[in-house]
Every structure is written in structure tokens, then in C-alpha cells.
């Protein structure tokens, strides 16, 4: 399984951007999808999740009516749209996978809950 992730770029304060991840592999359906970030010197944070099936979505508590968490099944896609950004949204922003079994909503901003990670792309906010 591979995830391909595209989106991150450069932005003003108050402005937005889009990421996308897209999931590739045989026969591979995700149980539910995320994004997390990190600076650098500190540890990896969840941003946002959603449940394939269910749909149903979660979010950190600094992301919380600016961020938006979708998910296309026909392409295997996960998006995060980000408005309203601020300095401090600057990482690098990971999506990751998980296969198999249901995600349950306890475990929807943990970690090692997911099985598959992509490579990261550079979200930059300017003041």
C-alpha cells in the first residue's frame, strides 16, 4: 500500500489549502484515513481522521471549524481542506492509512491505530 500526498505549499495567514492523499494497492480498502503533522523537534500530532464507512470524523481541538476532513471512495482520497490558516498550522503534514479491521472511535487520533504512513508534504503559513 502507498499513499501519495499533494497539496502543501506556501500561504499567507487567513488563507487555504487542500491536501489530498491518495491510497494505491491491490484490492486495498482503508477502514479510515488521517492527518497528522509535525515540526521539527517535536513529536508527530493527529490533525483529523475519518472512518471509511461510517464516515463519521474527528479532529484536534486546534484545527476545530477551520479544518474539514472528506474522503472520495471511488479514488480511495482523503482530503483535509484548511482554511482560516494560521503561523502555527506550519508542519510537515502526514496522511496514513488503515486497513483490516473497523477503527474504533476511541482510537481515531492515535497513532499506531494506523498501519500505512505517506511521505509528508510542507504546509507553510506566513505572518
Known amino acids: 500500500v502507498q499513499l501519495q500526498a499533494s497539496g502543501g505549499g506556501l500561504v499567507q495567514a487567513g488563507g487555504s489549502l487542500r491536501l489530498s492523499c491518495t491510497a494505491s494497492g491491490n484490492t486495498f480498502s482503508p477502514s479510515a484515513m488521517g492527518w497528522f503533522r509535525q515540526v521539527p523537534g517535536k513529536e508527530r500530532q493527529f490533525v483529523a481522521s475519518i472512518r471509511w464507512r461510517e464516515r463519521n470524523t474527528a479532529y484536534a481541538e486546534s484545527v476545530k471549524g477551520r479544518f474539514t476532513i472528506s474522503r472520495d471512495n471511488a479514488k480511495s482520497t482523503v482530503y483535509l481542506q484548511m482554511n482560516s490558516l494560521k503561523p502555527e498550522d506550519t508542519a510537515v503534514y502526514y496522511c496514513?492509512?488503515?486497513?483490516?479491521?473497523?477503527?474504533?472511535?476511541?482510537?481515531?487520533?492515535?497513532?499506531?491505530?494506523?498501519?500505512?504512513w505517506g511521505q509528508g508534504t510542507q504546509v507553510t503559513v506566513s505572518s
Open positions: 496514513a492509512a488503515r486497513g483490516g479491521t473497523r477503527m474504533i472511535v476511541s482510537a481515531m487520533s492515535a497513532q499506531n491505530s494506523f498501519d500505512y
